[in-house]
């Protein structure tokens, strides 16, 4: 495949394809059915990108499961799929698919001041330009919560997809939290039965058409 004549910058709905739920230029699927995005993300014609990231959540992301080995092992370019670069692509795919405005207006007035971060995680990534993919992406939460103003809509891109990648997967990892605690009530019981429905969508074997918009 011959490089582009300059970096590559989709938009959101390049991303996510046209509906046809099976696969397009930038996600395929996995021999297990979930969605990962593809080898163009890994390209050494995209350009590099520092993301600070909460480091409870690169750990989070560095545990789940990884991949095959690559040709590569430049920064970002390969060493293993399941490396850091490859889960901070792996989950900037799965936000830019996840389209629940009710879900994204709970989650956003959760964190309406965004918790103080005591460590971050400075990661260099190589992958496309989202500008514009993330700036669509703010435009339809905005219209889809009602919520216009708010702290993971504030800098540029970078940071704008750096906070909401944590505020998705610290609200993961708190229903893991909640799931593992066995002490639950009968009334507790309830809010097991649905963090299990949550997880089962929010997980590794992640359901991408729950989430087509």
């Known amino acids: 495949m011959d490089p582009p004549a300059e970096y590559p910058r989709p938009s959101l709905v390049e991303i996510r394809g046209n ?55 430049n ?8 490396g850091r670069a490859h889960q901070i692509r792996r989950a900037s795919l799965f936000l830019l698919m996840h389209q629940d405005g009710g879900w994204w207006k709970d989650r956003l007035t959760e964190n309406d001041t965004l918790r103080y971060r005591k460590s971050q995680y400075v990661a260099t990534v190589r992958m496309p330009d989202l500008s514009e993919a993330v700036d669509q992406y703010v435009r339809v939460l905005r219209k889809e919560t009602g919520i216009h103003s708010h702290p993971a809509f504030r800098g540029s891109w970078i940071s704008q997809l750096s906070r909401l990648i944590e505020i998705r997967t610290i609200h993961e990892i708190e229903l893991k939290k909640l799931k593992s605690n ?6 507790q019981g309830q809010v097991e039965e649905s963090v299990n429905e ?5 997980n590794e074997d992640f359901d991408y058409r729950l989430f087509w918009p």
Do not use: C, M
């Open 19 to 73: 509906g046809g739920k099976d696969r397009n230029l930038w996600w395929t699927r996995t021999d297990s059915g979930s969605i990962t995005h593809t080898k163009r993300w890994e390209k050494v014609w995209n350009p590099e990108f520092k993301l600070r990231i909460e480091k409870e959540v690169i750990d989070y992301l560095f545990k789940r499961k990884t991949g095959p080995k690559t040709r590569y092992a």
């Open 75 to 82: 920064k970002g370019v390969g060493r293993k799929p399941g």
């Open 182 to 187: 066995k002490a639950f009530s009968s009334e």
């Open 198 to 202: 949550v997880l089962s969508v929010q």
